[in-house]
């Protein structure tokens, strides 16, 4: 028996060190898994630091975000798994702070169609929906695909306030 292909949205951020490096490497160790296929990338952006709680991220560098899409067959738990695996490579603390700056962040945003909610995962990401660096590049990539539960993402993005669609920006890489 063989599993079923999920459409899967990652959503990848970091602030720390070579952060296009880390997504590179990301991308490749991805495109390399034996159960993931059809891997495509968005444009890059930037970011201010998003969050709160006991991390001043006022203080934080911006991020680099992008949205990767891919087929899959492995189940969302194991994807999971992989992306953490994935993070620790690139020398993310998983004793830090929730909102501390990393090198990698590698957010499930959707996996197909599914709802999910776990103690350990919740999909559709529970808040995609309020961010402006997750959903101009999914938009990019996919803006009419219908979030479960939500709207389709071009229509997500338009509901965000202007204050907060204005907080990402189109990366441009610097030329020599």
């Known amino acids: 028996m063989t599993a079923d292909i999920s459409l899967v949205y990652l ?17 490749q160790a991805l495109e390399s898994h ?28 911006d991020y680099l975000n992008e949205v990767v899409e891919l087929e899959t067959r492995l189940p969302a ?47 559709p990401h529970p808040r995609m929906l309020m961010r402006a660096f997750v959903l101009k590049p999914l938009a990019e990539l996919s803006p009419k695909l219908q979030i479960p539960g939500a ?3 071009l229509a997500a993005l338009q509901a965000l306030s202007p204050t907060e669609r204005n907080t990402t920006q189109r990366f441009k890489k610097e030329s020599n």
């Open 11 to 27: 959503g990848l951020g970091g602030n720390l060190g070579d952060v296009a490096m880390h997504f590179e490497q990301a991308r």
């Open 77 to 123: 738990k194991d994807l999971l798994g992989f992306c953490q695996q994935l993070e620790l490579e690139a020398g993310r603390n998983p004793q830090a702070e929730r909102w501390a700056a990393r090198p990698l962040d590698i957010d499930i945003l959707l996996y197909g169609q599914q709802l999910i909610c776990t103690s350990t995962l919740e999909l």
């Open 151 to 153: 709207s389709q993402v």
């Open 34 to 61: 034996p159960k993931i296929t059809s891997l495509r990338a968005s444009s890059q952006c930037i970011s201010k630091a998003w969050g709160g709680g006991v991390v001043d991220v006022s203080k934080q560098n």
